[in-house]
């Protein structure tokens, strides 16, 4: 039995209560209060049909505090989503990685932002092109542009960069250096755009080639907006898209549970966190300001991984 134990990679103690009759099958999961807590998950996966039950639990606590009653631990919302069939079906792809040693995420607001393109195609055929920008310590998208039929200019970047500025800091000068992350689209290396940018007192930097891991946050934004607002909105053609673009961010920004700040939405994170910066104090100092990413273009040169 020890040798059968072994190659089954169990407990030898397992099989000899299964031989002997002592093994009790398990029940099928169930709890009595789960009967008031399943409609309001039902209705949360109905209106969010893209979001795992992390997320799901993170709403409906929302929703228990609301009305005095106790949280629900994810691991019964998972048993419970699990049971009735709620659950997403898993992704299985496998996609060959890449090295990457940078961190993008920083300690504070307004240190770096992360800034980066979106397309996608409406039911007629219509093409939607846009470009946002983000914070890289609280998510939040700070300002963002989007065009049909034609592709983002320099212009609309550096429109965009001007009213991130003033929406952080109330200027149209960042108080001190901010980090500008980008890819190495035209919009965002054009001479006008680098020039703007210094002007802002924004510092340029820009991922290697083949290199979305060194702008992740841009990049799991993207599939977020892709998974969690296109997919599952009616979008017949570029103006019905348009119209619908400003509430998907907003809604994000209000709502969506982003896993790196503990199950919060960027604005309650910023709420909790930064009260002072919601009142319109800035939020980087010079001396609190990281080094550029390791392996980005910062300007014209590279610095060293």
């Not at 080639?209 to 979008?235: C, H, M, Q, W």
Request: some cysteine; aromatic content about 8%.
């Amino acid at each position: 039995m020890s040798a059968v134990a072994r190659t089954l990679g169990v407990s030898r103690s397992n099989l000899a209560e299964r031989l002997d009759g002592r093994a009790k099958p398990r029940r099928r999961y169930h709890k009595a209060q789960d009967a008031a807590v399943l409609p309001m998950v039902r209705r949360l996966v109905d209106e969010r049909p893209t979001y795992g039950y992390r997320r799901i639990t993170a709403l409906l606590n929302r929703k228990l505090a609301a009305r005095g009653d106790p949280p629900a631990n994810h691991k019964r919302v998972y048993r419970l989503m699990k049971v009735h069939g709620l659950l997403l079906q898993k992704h299985t792809a496998d996609r060959p990685g890449r090295a990457h040693d940078g961190k993008v995420v920083v300690m504070r607001s307004n240190l770096r932002w992360c800034s980066d393109g979106f397309e996608f195609a409406c039911w007629n055929g219509e093409i939607v092109r846009g470009a946002f920008v983000l914070d890289a310590h609280d998510r939040e998208v700070i300002a963002w542009r989007a065009v049909a039929g034609a592709g983002i200019s320099g212009s609309d970047i550096r429109d965009m960069m001007l009213e991130a500025v003033e929406k952080r800091f109330g200027a149209i000068r960042a108080p001190s250096p901010v980090e500008w992350l980008s890819d190495n689209g035209s919009p965002y290396t054009a001479r006008d755009t680098r020039l703007f940018a210094a002007q802002l007192n924004l510092t340029p930097c820009f991922t290697p080639v083949a290199s979305p891991e060194s702008n992740g946050i841009s990049e799991a934004f993207v599939k977020t907006i892709k998974r969690d607002y296109v997919r599952v909105r009616a979008l017949p053609d570029a103006r019905a898209a348009l119209d619908q673009i400003d509430g998907w961010f907003e809604d994000y920004n209000d709502n969506h549970p982003h896993s790196g700040l503990r199950m919060r939405s960027p604005r309650e994170f910023r709420r909790a966190h930064q009260p002072a910066a919601l009142s319109g104090s800035t939020g980087a100092t010079p001396s609190a300001l990281p080094s550029p990413l390791p392996g980005i273009m910062t300007g014209r040169r590279r610095t060293p991984f």
